[in-house]
């Protein structure tokens, strides 16, 4: 799906160990864009960021630990073109229309 829409800039929150992080990583090899992934867990991000190293992607994806909706701010890139958080965390209305507005997307 990255591939195929040319995404340039891409956000994740909850990375997890990274299987969805490298997908979308490989496809954003073939765009020249960057992922901007960000876990909770920090023995998680650990292990997010060492396979990341692993599948040759960490020219590609940055990781970022800690809690997911205070860490957006301290992203480099504001123009995201495409937006996963593939957990299971719920998150309220006010989340959703912060991310919104700090990345100015008007959809998910």
Not at 2 to 13: N, Q, Y
Not at 15 to 40: H, K, M, N, P, Q
Not at 79 to 92: A, E, K, V
């Amino acid at each position: 799906m990255v591939a195929s829409r040319g995404v340039k800039r891409a956000l994740e929150i909850g990375g997890a160990s990274g299987y969805s992080a490298i997908w979308i990583g490989e496809g954003l090899r073939l765009t020249g864009g960057r992922l901007v992934t960000l876990e909770y867990d920090a023995a998680r991000a650990k292990e997010l960021s060492d396979n990341i190293r692993r599948a040759g992607l960490s020219d590609i994806v940055e990781v970022i630990a800690g809690d997911g909706f205070q860490q957006i701010p301290n992203c480099r890139e504001r123009s995201i073109s495409y937006f996963s958080m593939p957990g299971s965390r719920t998150t309220n209305d006010s989340s959703i229309s912060s991310i919104r507005a700090w990345i100015g997307m008007d959809y998910f």
